[in-house]
């Protein structure tokens, strides 16, 4: 029997057990939770997902679905279906109904979905649009936001009945006021009129879209240019059918954040610090309580430049946590507890940035997460003693913390072998379940490769972590190319939790690559001072580390030190380049939506304020700013590895003319470069947006990777 078993192993396609590489389409098959609400120890959580458009060869679509956790545990049910897509789910405290938003008609609605049975119904019919829902405590109402463009809310009777005009100047060149906003006036557009007539034909070609004019600081979006200024405001409404909202906040202000006390009488809410300053230049904010008899605010929390970021109240309404920050340069979230009127601040002795808040019933204990040394860990602050202490390990992403009920915790996991999951784990979070199969029926039979973290010491005594994955077809003896994986931010953070790069990084491996990883110094998990080590010096010291980080994985045997190559994106677009104009071991590189010039980048991009915060402004001494001195452009002429650079068509992040004016520049010195732009793409393209050019960028690093090793 030995010696058939032996002879089938060696006839060619018998194959025992063989697992597969990662593909390029297994992109296609990443499922991610993207919510979870729970009550009454029912688990209600929305899960995106990729699919195959039917109508269009090659193209996907997403899809987000809402699923129901049955009470064993051990299966969920879809609550909704087809390609309308869900979002923003919240369950009512008594467990028998979801809210969540849908689009109708190009704005976001609430609906309704009993969990009894039963299709869900349209809530809102709001002309401003309706997102995120949240229940009062009894469950009756339901507190929701709204859009208002500043033409809408100035003759908007019900949100501004006086028809008055914003306090702030739109800072509109020769007008001392802004009384041109207000409709109602009976002068027609006349191009050959006199100048009123003139103004109106003007005013009639920007409403129709014929023209854009801005007058605002901040008029770059993501991936479209916006003149307009628009306010969130906040509106209650019954849960029952034929309902009618009513307003709740108005004037010329954002509402941001809303809660529900635990009474359900006032709510608590951040806005504007100083509503009288321009929405593009007020960066505090201050957190107010609104009573929802009489519609009084009372400000709860209020500094000088200081911006705070939520306010979690404690179970009983008298504690909360919130982040704080200054808002002057570069800024760090401090945690802090305080008392629901205010008094009593309390800034925790926590070197990372808070999300997520979890108050145990008794209040004695505040749950969260944060990014940590390359994971998401649960750390948990003891009220009595300030004492925070990490409760998961580092290896790992949790995302999407919630309490049960039954003071279970259920949620989103990601790791080296998964993407992502949905769990449940104990109190003490000792003991964990997996209760989902979001991702393990398509990756079971998958070869992984596992990042190994190292660490290296650079010349400001910092310890850099970095990661590294052998190829997934390591075999003994072989010599093997490797990737240097640069992120962005430069704030960013990548380690085995991270998981935006866990498909990237998997098929390089699978490509027979080595892929290393580094967290150079600025990256963000690792505390104030080493997040801000690189103020005025983007290039030299994270090249160092980067290069460090490299040279110690070079020193493995499997490593082909004669087939290094290069990568990274936005920020890390800018170090690629930098690095590439500084040292020339790598025999490709490949630079996406990048920056290039920090100069010209003060208009180029809506994420311009990176300029003066970490260097100044470019018209300062460049003797302080440093900002030639810190420009990958300005040593352009020193690039002379092959290189290839990427931008999305409507990257308003960082601007086209970036990499335009890098490509230009090397194309005129007769370099080896080629430029890929992508129609329609944003910032976001390696995460989001359309499938197809997600996976065409993949590709398109590695054939380009592959001329040259």
């Known amino acids: 029997m030995k010696r058939i078993l032996v002879l089938l192993l060696l006839l060619p396609g018998v194959i025992l057990a063989q697992k597969d590489k990662i593909l390029v389409s297994d992109l296609t098959k990443i499922q991610q939770v993207s919510g979870i609400t729970a009550a009454k120890n029912k688990v209600v959580y929305t899960v995106n997902s990729i699919v195959k458009n039917e109508d269009k060869p090659l193209e996907y679509d997403y899809i987000n679905k809402l699923y129901l956790l049955s009470e064993d545990r051990k299966s ?11 979002g923003q789910a919240e369950i009512s405290p008594d467990g028998k109904m979801i809210a969540f938003v849908r689009r109708v008609k190009d704005k976001s609605q609430i609906f309704i979905l009993p969990l009894s049975g039963g299709e869900p119904w349209q809530l809102t019919h709001s002309k401003y649009g309706a997102s995120s829902p949240k229940f009062s405590p009894d469950g009756k109402r339901i507190l929701y936001s709204g859009g208002i463009r500043l033409e809408e809310l100035v003759n908007d009777s019900l949100l501004n009945p006086q028809k008055g005009l914003p306090a702030f100047s739109l800072e509109k060149p020769g007008f001392e006021k802004d009384s041109y906003l207000l409709k109602g006036s009976k002068v027609k557009p006349n191009p050959d009129g006199n100048l009123e007539e003139i103004r109106a034909y003007l005013n009639k070609s920007t409403e129709d879209k014929k023209t854009r004019v801005f007058t ?33 906040t108005s004037g010329f202000a954002s509402y941001n954040g809303a809660n529900y006390a635990p009474d359900g009488r006032s709510i608590f809410v951040s806005t504007a610090k100083d509503a009288d300053e321009h929405p593009d230049r007020e960066s505090e904010n201050k957190i107010v309580q609104i009573q929802l008899s009489d519609l ?35 800024s760090y979230g401090k945690l802090a507890i305080v008392n629901s009127d205010g008094s009593q601040l309390k800034e925790i002795d926590f070197d990372r940035v808070p999300s997520g808040f979890n108050w145990t019933p008794d209040e004695k204990f505040l749950y969260f997460t944060a990014q940590s040394n390359g994971g998401s860990p649960i750390f948990r602050l003891e009220l009595s003693s300030g004492k925070v202490t990490r409760l998961t390990d580092y290896d790992t992403g949790i995302a999407q913390l919630t309490l049960l009920d039954s003071g279970e915790w259920v949620y989103a996991r990601t790791g080296a072998d998964n993407p992502n999951e949905l769990y449940i ?20 039979n998958k070869i992984l490769s596992v990042p190994v973290k ?20 390591y075999k003994e003896g072989q010599k093997y190319p490797v990737v240097l994986q640069l992120h962005g931010g430069p704030t960013a953070m990548w380690g085995p939790g991270e998981g935006s790069m866990w498909h990237e990084f998997q098929y390089f491996a699978a490509m027979g690559y080595g892929v290393v990883f580094p967290n150079q110094r600025g990256s963000g998990g690792y505390g104030k001072d080493f997040q801000f080590s690189n103020y005025r010096d983007w290039g030299k010291g994270p090249q160092e580390d980067a290069l460090g980080a490299l040279d110690m994985a070079c020193k493995e045997s499997w490593v082909d030190k004669d087939k290094l190559v290069i990568t990274g994106g936005s920020y890390a677009g800018y170090l690629t380049a930098w690095i590439i104009a500084h040292d020339h071991r790598f025999k490709a590189a490949f630079a996406q939506r990048g920056v290039y010039d920090l100069s010209t980048f003060m208009g180029e991009g809506n994420a311009w304020r990176l300029t003066p915060n970490y260097f100044g402004l470019p018209w300062e001494k460049e003797e302080e700013t440093k900002i030639r001195e810190n420009s990958p452009f300005t040593y352009v002429d020193k690039i002379k590895t092959p290189f290839l650079i990427k931008h999305g068509d409507n990257d308003l992040r960082t601007g086209v003319i970036q990499s335009e ?5 090397l194309k005129y010195l007769g370099r080896d470069v080629e430029y890929v732009r992508y129609q329609g793409a944003t910032h976001e393209l390696s995460r989001t ?7 065409d960028r993949i590709l398109r690093i590695h054939e380009f990777f592959q001329r040259y090793i």
């Open 425 to 444: 784990a104990s109190a003490d979070l000792k003991t964990k379940t997996r209760v989902s199969d979001l991702n393990d029926h398509w990756l079971k």
């Open 454 to 473: 190292q660490i290296y010491k650079n010349s400001k005594g910092q310890d850099i972590e970095f990661w590294v994955m052998k190829p997934a077809n």
């Open 76 to 86: 969920s049910i879809a609550l909704t279906q087809g390609k309308e897509g869900v």
């Open 689 to 695: 947006g359309n499938v197809r050019q997600r996976i």
């Open 296 to 330: 009084s605010q009372k400000v709860i929390l209020s500094k000088n430049e200081t911006a705070f970021r939520g306010f979690s109240l404690s179970p009983s309404g008298k504690k909360a946590a919130t982040v704080i920050s200054g808002t002057n340069g570069l």
């Open 216 to 248: 605002r600081l901040n008029f770059q979006g993501e991936a479209n240019l916006n003149g307009d200024i628009s306010f969130s405001h906040l509106f209650e409404i019954e849960v029952k059918e034929n309902a009618q909202a009513r307003a709740l």
């Open 661 to 665: 004016m890098m490509y230009k520049s």
